[in-house]
């Protein structure tokens, strides 16, 4: 329905308007820019600073309002540049300043502060204040992230509005009256959010600061490059800051399509493991007669060719197998998809961690986010975005809030039961029967119905979720799926040719020329691929920036591993797989390389460069290039722009995809570009809504219209040559099983493990990460309180859970968790090994005496 | 005793039920606490944000807009001497120091027997007996220096106790709100009210 348009007179000037828009956004339209402090376009409007005000024309003449508050009426007249507007903004800054400290040059935000750059537009100049101004004791950290100083605040209600509103932990607010007016926490209650970054990003003033900034930089000594967050897929647009080649800062970019300018903690923070230098791997290793050696490349890239070679003429194309994890980016997955396919032949590879036929199902029917969020119904199956995806939990708390219908199906209580209609319980004996019972649930009406999947619960096999997946679109044909599968690139590796039984583009298109014949990897799945190595069956074993003991393999299995088999890694961070391996190649990270990514919803989105690679580390495809070199074909990739004339070719998601498509759109196209509209063009952006975008000094290409991915992609690519069977519909070997998948049967006095994804994980990357590594909680056990009875162990005992590993942890009683099952939250990294990998694990209690 | 128990608990619960959003309980139940502890502790902030669903900074801000919600200990009595226009004039300063010399506290702070606690307060709308005291929110005026000796006198043997409750308690007759009036018969009375306006309106015109 189109919006309802009004005709208003702003500044002289005659314009339709939608009805209901704000008058400060109608100005913004037209490019008058009013200044402002507590507006902000992603949330309400509260009119508390009075620093918009214009006249408008009302039945009495012309009086001064808050733009922000008052919507334009038909008729209506304002005026932004009259003597009484001018006098009011040189009040109203006056006021502000009247308690302002003004202590600029030692304040973080000094030289892209709000309140600095309207007073030198709109203040006097001098200041006719003589008293003694408020003095309070600062900073106060107001959580191991943030730290306030109550002296710079100019009350204006952004913080405690975020905190509320979009976040909905209200942990900070207002207290007093008055001139005693602060902001605060309660008692000894910390500001404990996933999402309490985003409030130092909005204070339009120096009064919340992010702690790892702090004195970091000024503005204008920042460099920065438009990129996507790293840390999972939702794909949060960010600017990525840098100075003196580290990382100083993340800002959300408002992006329409995904994060409204908001950012995660594990995202916002995420530079701090980058820039760890003790927990990289800087150089290549090479184990030699049992001891670990820095090496060149040559000698590195020469090691692995002949262990390939060697174990390909020992036991063919076979004893090589691959296993990813989903971080790698576009470039770096199709070039190892590559060299794993064609150039080595073998048929093992799961860059997914068995996530394939999820991604399979999922990208034949990827919904948009916005579809998503305006669904008729969504159905949420084995996933808690606050975990997982974490901004996707601030949209879909505004789109429920708007009257999105929402249906749970999880094992246990997550972030979305407080917003479900419906909570289905995704229990191990329903899963049969699990698609009809959903199905009931979904109200009828006009609208998409889409599935929002994950991978929450850990201990359950993604081919279980697979399973339900298919059957869910089995039963409702026309659904669509927004994916929340975590890895930040893990939909970009599934199109890259990274995932069993996908080539290059998941789509039938043509075998570049410069491949020759790719492998079937369609029975490949990464819980067999660590069977046969276990096994002995596998000579070599590559992982690309996969940690095993993140996986969920203990360090003594990845040691034994490394026995029986040949470990080659590609690793940015040091880790027990890095460690045991026989070759270590160190891999450039997040914002040490151009390239790009697929989120969630099938969006490719770029990734900006903002330092030099670390040590000697390399892009991955620069790695796989030159292996492939040594193992006498060279890919004919030199550039990553060779990639991107390749990926084209492939056609299916890269149809048409050129490196020009982002600047072509703010947000990035989503794939294939041909099926979908390529979005809006690129959107100014509020500068007092994120301060410290435009600030900053821009270093390469233009900001706002995006990088050039590489300005010496050329080739158009070769006319297409051979039809290849590719694509989701050739599916993973777990989606054509269907429903049937084996999850097991629970022995007497077990039950089934539930051991649900969270945001802060202890693994080798958080554990590397300063900023973060405290919020890894302790490790604990939830149970029924009938089950609790049985064990004859009360609230607060320690127990044992024993499954493929044992642990010590407390237990709690929990009403809200299944009788069936055994919860286990907190994340040390020992916790992870209780999976056992196939079908759904399972764990027995027991007490601990004493 | 911080966190409301038994009959209290009883009637925070009864409190927090009285609204549709259990929310606009929040100043009521800090008055409870107030009654029950002298001051609002912060395990009553904690409690009352249990009972309507807000965190602990939301009902700590909501409570601390309010002068007669007191977050630290204050004294059995809290005494208020008005120096505000009218009271000034009759000498509302001068008993204010004559009141911290009886009392040996400077305003803002508690004897150390916890008994008194001195503000400095703004008009408390007394001014025709100025200079005004207000004493757990009753009022005593006009008062000069021997008179607020005595009243100190007065209110330590005792003799006030009817008159001056302790501080923190607002009503000592609790009394259950009549049943609520069924919705049919709020609006049958304001159509009568209406009928009747409309019938003076139109003999008026005539
Ligand atoms: S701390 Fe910053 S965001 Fe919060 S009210 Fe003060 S000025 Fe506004
Ligand atoms: S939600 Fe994901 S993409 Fe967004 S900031 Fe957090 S980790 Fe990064
Ligand atoms: S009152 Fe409009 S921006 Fe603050
Ligand atoms: S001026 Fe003191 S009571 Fe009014």
Redesign the pocket.
């Known amino acids: 329905m189109p919006d309802e348009l009004v005709s208003v007179t702003l500044d002289g000037q005659v314009v339709q308007v939608a009805k209901g828009t704000p008058i400060?956004e109608a100005l913004d339209q037209i490019g008058v820019h009013?200044?402002?402090?507590?507006?902000h376009p992603r949330m309400s409007?509260?009119?508390?600073?009075?620093?918009?005000?214009v006249e408008v024309s009302g039945p009495r003449g012309f009086s001064l309002q808050?733009?922000?508050?008052l919507s334009v009426a038909e008729g209506m007249e304002v005026v932004t540049t009259s003597e009484a507007v001018r006098k009011a903004q040189g009040g109203v800054i006056e006021f502000l300043l009247a308690n302002h400290p003004l202590d600029c040059p030692v304040c973080d935000k000094g030289g892209e502060c709000p309140l600095q750059d309207q007073a030198f537009a709109h203040g006097a100049g001098e200041t006719r204040y003589v008293e003694e101004k408020r003095h309070y004791a600062k900073p106060i950290p107001i959580s191991r992230l943030i730290k306030l100083d109550r002296e710079r605040c100019i009350q204006?209600d952004r913080c405690t509005r975020f905190a509320d509103e979009v976040a909905g932990e209200a942990l900070l607010d207002f207290r007093g009256r008055g001139n005693a007016i602060r902001i605060s926490t309660f008692s000894s209650v910390e500001f404990d959010s996933y999402f309490s970054g985003n409030v130092t990003q909005i204070c339009p003033v120096g009064a919340l600061t992010a702690t790892p900034y702090r004195f970091k930089a000024r503005p204008w000594d920042l460099t920065q490059s438009a990129s996507t967050c790293g840390w999972c897929s939702f794909g949060c647009q960010v600017s990525v800051q840098a100075s003196q080649n580290e990382l100083t800062r993340v800002l959300g970019i408002d992006s329409d399509a995904i994060n409204h300018s908001w950012l995660c903690d594990r995202g916002r923070f995420g530079i701090s493991e980058v820039n760890n230098r003790d927990s990289r791997v800087l150089s290549p290793w090479l184990r030699e007669g049992g001891a670990r050696r820095e090496v060149s490349w040559t000698r590195a890239v020469g090691a692995i060719a002949e262990v390939v070679k060697q174990a390909k003429a020992r036991n063919g194309n076979a004893s090589v197998a691959v296993i990813g994890s989903g971080r790698l980016n576009l470039e770096d997955s199709y070039a190892w998809a590559k060299l794993a396919l064609d150039v080595i032949g073998t048929p093992l590879v799961d860059g997914l961690l068995g996530q394939g036929g999820i991604a399979a199902t999922w990208f034949e029917r990827a919904a948009s986010i916005e579809q998503a969020l305006s669904s008729r119904a969504l159905i949420a199956l084995n996933v808690d975005p606050k975990e997982e995806v974490p901004v996707l939990h601030l949209r879909l708390r505004e789109a429920v809030r708007k009257g999105l219908h929402l249906i749970e199906v999880n094992s246990t209580a997550t972030s979305l039961s407080a917003m479900a209609a419906t909570s289905i319980q995704l229990s191990p004996d329903k899963v049969g029967e699990l698609a009809e019972v959903v199905m009931r649930s979904v109200p009828g009406g006009e609208g998409d119905v889409v599935i929002l999947v994950g991978g929450l619960n850990r201990a359950m096999d993604p081919a279980v979720t697979s399973g339900i997946l298919q059957s869910l679109v089995a039963a409702m044909p026309e659904a669509k799926i927004l994916s929340a599968l975590g890895a930040a690139n893990v939909h970009g590796a599934f199109l890259a040719g990274l995932s069993p039984g996908v080539l290059p583009g998941a789509g039938e298109g043509a075998l570049p020329s410069s491949w020759r014949a790719p492998a079937d990897s369609s029975r490949a799945n990464y819980a067999n691929i660590l069977r046969a190595a276990s096994a002995g069956e596998v000579g070599v074993l590559i992982l690309l920036d996969c940690d095993l003991e993140e996986a969920g393999v203990a360090p003594a299995a990845i040691e034994a591993l490394g026995e029986r088999c040949a470990l080659i890694s590609l690793a940015s961070y040091e880790s027990a797989t890095s460690r045991a391996s026989a070759v270590t190649l160190p891999l450039a990270t997040w914002s040490e390389a151009r390239g790009s990514m697929v989120n969630g919803e099938g969006r490719m989105l770029r990734l900006g460069e903002q330092l030099e690679p670390a040590g000697l580390s390399k892009p991955g495809w620069v790695a796989a290039s030159l292996v492939a070199s040594d193992l006498g074909n060279d890919m004919s990739i030199f550039t990553a722009g060779d990639i991107w004339a390749e990926l084209k070719t492939w056609g299916g998601a890269f149809a048409g995809v050129e490196p020009e498509i982002f600047n072509s759109t703010l947000d990035g196209p989503l794939l294939p570009v041909a099926r979908w509209n390529a979005g809006g063009p690129p959107r100014a952006l509020d500068p007092v809504a994120t301060p410290g975008i435009a600030s900053v000094r821009r270093q390469g290409p233009d900001f706002r219209a995006g990088a050039v991915l590489d300005p010496h992609a050329t080739g158009t690519g070769s006319a297409p040559t051979a039809k290849v069977l590719t694509a989701g519909r050739l599916a993973a070997a777990d989606a054509r099983a269907g429903v049937s998948v084996e999850i097991g049967v629970a022995g007497e006095d077990e039950a089934w493990l539930v051991l649900a994804r969270r945001v802060y994980e202890a693994d080798a990357r958080l554990a590397a990460n300063p900023a973060l590594a405290s919020f890894v909680r302790d490790d604990r056990v939830m149970v029924s309180p009938a089950r609790l009875a049985r064990l004859g162990a009360d609230d607060g005992d320690r127990v044992r859970v024993i499954g493929s590993v044992e642990i010590e942890a407390v237990v709690h009683s929990d009403a809200s968790i299944p009788d069936w099952a055994i919860a286990v939250e907190g994340r040390t990294i020992a916790v992870m090994h209780l999976v056992d990998g196939a079908g759904w694990s399972r764990v027995r209690l027991e007490r601990l005496n004493g | 005793m911080a966190r409301f128990e038994g009959e209290m608990l009883g009637r925070a619960e009864r409190l927090a039920s009285l609204y549709p959003d259990p929310r606009s309980a929040i100043i009521p139940l800090c008055h409870l606490a107030q009654e029950q502890d002298g001051y609002v502790t912060e395990e009553a902030i904690a409690h009352i944000g249990e009972l309507v669903g807000a965190t602990g900074a939301e009902v700590q801000g909501t409570a601390s807009f309010y002068d007669m919600l007191k977050f630290e200990p204050v004294g059995k009595y809290v005494i208020g001497v008005c120096t505000n226009i009218s009271c000034m004039l009759r000498g509302g300063y001068e008993l204010l120091d004559a009141a911290s010399n009886t009392l040996g506290v400077p305003p803002g702070e508690t004897t150390a027997d916890g008994i008194f606690t001195l503000e400095e307060v703004e008009c408390v709308a007394h001014c025709d007996k100025a200079p005004a005291v207000q004493i757990n929110y009753r009022y005593f005026g006009p008062v000069d220096s021997d008179a607020f000796a005595e009243l100190v006198g007065q209110l330590k043997s005792g003799e006030l106790d009817e008159q001056v409750p302790e501080h923190g308690t607002l009503i000592r007759v609790l009394r259950d709100a009549p049943p609520p009036i069924p919705l049919e018969e709020i609006d049958a009375e304001r159509a009568r009210q209406d009928a009747e306006r409309e019938a003076r309106a139109a003999s008026r015109e005539v």
Do not use: E, K, N, T
Not at chain 1, 34 to 39: D, G
Not at chain 1, 66 to 69: I, K, N, T
């Open positions: 400060i009013v200044p402002r402090f507590c507006y409007a509260v009119g508390v600073c009075r620093m918009c005000l808050p733009s922000c508050y204006c």
